[in-house]
């Protein structure tokens, strides 16, 4: 460590030393420092009572105190959006005082910090799985508890957007002209989130990549490939019976039977010419 970065690092450490003995006075009991971090608290100043009840968990180990402060702690980050340091707070929380009456409380707003973190839909979705864990791990624990409604509406919400991840992965692919590709998001919009606002749209668009895919391919692979449109036709009418699609459904239908007909006659004129030669 060179003299500048050693200086720096010692003034931070001065710096928060300082502050932290404005917010608890090297004389205060474990009690009063709890209660000015409750009052801090309460006051909504969530970054203050955060340092107080750190120290609290500290110098109170094993008491009453630090376990309440620590419970603090973890709403006072939740309090300021601080989504990452809540859930490692509430986690530690569950881990020194797993039989605590808040536990239920805990571990929902553990799966709501995580929840937090879940990026928008084009990005890395890995904390989106963690919070569906974490909700289903929720309502299986505690089954009749107050919070399970919201609970699965955010299981909900999550899946909707991992379905349309894969969704646009879909479109992307398609709209390169990268068919193959193309299928194998549709089938995991479809297969994966069957109850999806996607599902429906992927397995029409589905039904018409094969279509392409056919239309595109060699001679030797086009029925093959037109009879998978015609299959996923039949899985549309099997899950959405109803559905608003029908129509566009069932028009790409008839496209992939007049293909299947059309390379049919064209085979049929091949093997003709070939004999006659």
Same mark, same amino acid.
Not at 8 to 19: E, P, V
Not at 113 to 138: H, K, M, N
Not at 216 to 229: D, G, P
Not at 251 to 268: C, H, M, T
């Given at each position: ?5 050693y ?7 001065l710096?928060?030393a ?6 608890v006075n090297?004389?205060?009991?474990v ?5 000015k971090?409750i009052t ?10 955060a340092?107080?009840?750190?120290t609290?968990?500290?110098i109170g ?5 630090a ?14 959006k601080?989504?990452?340091?809540a ?5 530690r ?5 797993p039989?605590?009456?808040?536990r239920?409380?805990?571990?929902f707003?553990k799966?709501?910090s ?5 990026? #928008? %839909?084009r &990005?890395d979705q890995?904390?989106t799985?963690?919070? *569906?864990?974490? /909700?289903?791990?929720f309502?299986? $624990?505690?089954?009749?508890s107050?919070y ?6 955010k ?27 193309a299928t194998i998001?549709y089938d995991?919009v479809i297969?994966r989130?069957?109850e ?8 029409i ?6 279509n392409?895919?056919?239309?595109n391919?060699?001679l030797?692979?086009q029925?093959? #490939? %037109?009879? &998978?449109?015609i ?5 549309? *009418?099997?899950? /959405?019976?109803?559905?608003n699609? $029908?129509?566009?459904?069932?028009s790409l ?16 004129e ?8």
């Amino acid at each position: 460590m060179n003299k500048i970065s050693y200086f720096l690092l010692i003034s931070i450490f001065l710096i928060t030393a300082c502050k932290s003995t404005r917010l608890v006075n090297p004389g205060d009991s474990v009690e009063e420092a709890y209660q000015k971090g409750i009052t801090n608290f309460e006051e909504g100043n969530y970054s203050d009572a955060a340092e107080i009840f750190e120290t609290v968990t500290r110098i109170g180990r094993g008491s009453e105190y630090a376990q309440q402060a620590q419970y603090y702690l973890a709403e006072s980050y939740f309090n300021q959006k601080r989504y990452i340091l809540a859930e490692s707070e509430y986690l530690r929380f569950i881990t020194f005082y797993p039989r605590d009456p808040k536990r239920e409380e805990v571990d929902f707003k553990k799966a709501i910090s995580i929840y937090e973190q879940s990026p #928008r %839909y084009r &990005l890395d979705q890995t904390a989106t799985r963690r919070a *569906i864990d974490e /909700f289903q791990l929720f309502n299986s $624990r505690y089954p009749n508890s107050e919070y399970v409604t919201q609970s699965a509406d955010k299981i909900n919400e999550l899946r909707e957007k991992l379905a349309r991840k894969y969704f646009e992965s879909a479109q992307f692919y398609s709209r390169t002209d990268q068919y193959k590709a193309a299928t194998i998001y549709y089938d995991l919009v479809i297969d994966r989130y069957p109850e999806s606002k996607w599902a429906e749209t992927a397995l029409i668009k589905q039904i018409e990549t094969y279509n392409d895919y056919a239309f595109n391919s060699v001679l030797s692979k086009q029925i093959e #490939r %037109y009879e &998978l449109a015609i299959s996923n036709y039949e899985k549309y *009418i099997q899950l /959405f019976p109803q559905g608003n699609g $029908r129509g566009e459904a069932e028009s790409l239908r008839d496209q992939a039977e007049q293909g299947i007909k059309d390379a049919k006659d064209e085979i049929s004129e091949r093997q003709a010419e070939n004999q006659s030669n």
